[in-house]
């Protein structure tokens, strides 16, 4: 019923910006909460924000807080996250999660739908 995928990967110097967008289509797309996890080789995956379907509210991990943002555009069915002040421990494959249970279920990891990945590069 949801389809995610995600855009905006690429490599940038550290201290830069990316802003990655993630395209969501389903009936009921609008009302699911959204996130974006990570994973680089050999790690585990790793939370990194999350919005509620209203986008009212946000959580993010520790080590984004200040350098990154999500939000969201309902009408265009699309969630987006604004990386700044990169570092190269940033270079990972981002995901994009989504939930009709609300951004508690995709905080711990456990959201429904996934998309396929984006490649962020982040030199040194």
């Known amino acids: 019923q949801v389809q995610l995928v995600e855009s905006g990967g690429g490599l940038v110097q550290a201290g830069g910006s990316l802003r990655l967008s993630c395209a969501g289509s389903?009936?009921?797309?609008?009302?699911?909460?959204m996130g974006w996890f990570r994973q680089a080789l050999g790690k585990e995956r790793e939370f990194v924000a999350a919005i509620s379907w209203r986008g009212r509210s946000t959580y993010y991990a520790d080590y984004v807080k200040g350098r990154f943002n999500i939000s969201r555009d309902s009408a265009k069915n699309t969630v987006y996250l604004q990386m700044n002040s990169l570092k190269p421990d940033d270079t990972v494959i981002y995901y994009c999660?989504?939930?009709?249970?609300?951004?508690?279920?995709?905080?711990?990891?456990?959201?429904?739908?996934w998309g396929q990945g984006t490649q962020v590069t982040v030199s040194s």
């Open positions: 389903g009936r009921t797309f609008s009302t699911y909460a």
């Open positions: 999660n989504a939930d009709y249970m609300g951004p508690s279920t995709i905080v711990a990891g456990r959201g429904t739908y």
